[in-house]
């Protein structure tokens, strides 16, 4: 039966794309303990103790709660655009996971524009959002809908050149040709100005402190979602978690070498090229939540600040290092001071900005006045 199944490629791609999609929500369960566990141990609580051992089984009790919770929809909602909106937000990410290879040999397929169809099919939770908040016709949704595509729209911007600038380094945009290009180096090192924006922007892809204004219940009633409930609700959760998990994976496979070792650059056996992957994703997917109960959340104007007036700048900016070095044969020791000096112009021009403000760093005893960071 194997053997039929790996003879006929699209069945092939069928059955693995089924595995991830059974994967995927038990993935969800467990990365929703494991986050309320995290948090609770850096704001000094146990977290959730009561459902089964070490509350291991509250993820699921969870589920069991939201799938039978009544299932309201407006009257006066456009109903095919209120019920698809969910639906456009996790389709996309699945379809992305599709393309995404987590070794040498698990993955769905290998496509040779691996990275361009990654981050092209990303782009369209932003009309997910979009439905969401103007189907629901609830004028609170819909400006936490605009809200939500102003900001993923301008991150898009930098986590674009941040990939266009593993690619020029890769020469290729096939994952799996960018992993081998780092076999005895990651691009970490040669591009630490790229992975810190990177990781900036996918914090705000993802909705996460400091960057959770679209799904924040201070920040217009909780955004677009605020009219869905039960299932419908629990499709934005799989959808956020599934692109934590995504987003975890791109960037242990496009700046830490992915399953590749630098020590041992003849290759690895696959169980190790696993074992590897998992201790790379699982640190992106713990920084992530390790945010998210760390930095407290933005205003709007400071975060599309952030974008516009540093980030996107400082993108270019490694775009154009990575361009010298590549024109001039430079060697790579100047690729990696050049963007190390860029990341440490971009961390000194955030901090002046901040102290020229009055933003506090620190606790203080007195009033503090509180400006835009730039």
Known sequence: MLLAISSNPWLDALVRLGIVALLLPVGVIWLTWL????????QQRLGPMRVGPYGLLQGIADTIK???????????????????????????????LAALPFTAEILVRNMALGLFYIVAVTGLSIVGMVMAGWGSDNKYALLGAVRAGAQLISYEVPLILTAVAVAMLAQSMNLQAIVGAQHDTPFIAYQPL??????????????????????AESEVVGGATV??????????????????????????LIFLGGWTWPLDPDGLDGSIQALLMVVKVAMFIIFFMWMRGSLPRLRIDQLMALCWQVLLPFTLLQIMINGLVLAYDWPD???????????????FVVYQAARREGVPLAPSAGPQRVGSVL
Not at 232 to 240: A, I
Request: without cysteine; proline residues 5%; aromatic residues 12%.
């Open 194 to 215: 790229g992975f810190i924006v990177f990781s900036i922007a996918t914090l705000a892809e993802l909705y996460r402190q400091p960057f959770d204004i679209p799904v």
């Open 227 to 252: 009219e869905y409930s039960g299932i419908r609700w629990s499709m934005f959760q799989l959808g956020e978690f599934a692109s934590l998990v995504l987003f975890s994976v791109l960037g242990s």
């Open 66 to 96: 939201l799938i039978t919770k009544e299932d309201v929809r407006p009257v006066t909602a456009d109903r095919w655009v209120f019920e698809l909106a969910p639906f456009v937000i996790v389709v996309p990410v699945i379809m992305a």
């Open 35 to 42: 986050e309320r566990k995290v948090i609770g141990r850096l």
């Open 333 to 347: 020791w100047t690729l990696t001071a050049l963007s190390g000096a860029g990341a440490a112009a971009m961390i």
